[in-house]
């Protein structure tokens, strides 16, 4: 079976960390870019972090720069995004999304597989 798994999430006081893992069944994430975007509820889908296949290009939106690192190991074909100095507003269900193969990893690559998804609450 195709998927991609995120793992995880959890509730974590604010200024606590979380580190989330996206890791792939039956496709290979090692020559793709991955990125991970969450959801809020009532808002829409917002790009969180994104990684080039090889690792080499890393990109953040706004919100998270500084807060989050994503990072990936090939080998394990998996992608990590550690969220330290978490705030009540990252609260979301967080996804992974492969993109094209040998991608930078831009924001704007074409990400066509999608996890569940894995619920990070931040309390006050």
């Known amino acids: 079976q195709v998927q991609l798994v995120e793992s995880g999430g959890g509730l974590v006081q604010a200024g606590g960390s979380l580190r989330l893992s996206c890791a792939a069944s039956?496709?290979?994430?090692?020559?793709?870019?991955v990125g991970w975007f969450r959801q809020a509820p009532g808002k829409e889908r917002e790009f969180v972090a994104s990684?080039?296949?090889?690792?080499?290009?890393?990109y953040y939106g706004d919100s998270v720069k500084g807060r989050f690192t994503i990072s990936r190991d090939n080998a394990k074909n998996t992608v990590d995004l550690q969220m330290n100095s978490l705030k009540p507003e990252d609260t979301a269900v967080y996804y992974c999304?492969?993109?094209?193969?040998?991608?930078?990893?831009?924001?704007?690559?074409?990400?066509?597989?999608w996890g569940q998804g894995t619920q990070v609450t931040v309390s006050s």
């Open positions: 039956g496709l290979s994430l090692s020559l793709y870019a």
């Open positions: 990684i080039s296949w090889n690792g080499g290009n890393t």
């Open positions: 999304a492969r993109g094209p193969s040998y991608g930078s990893g831009s924001p704007s690559n074409n990400y066509n597989y």
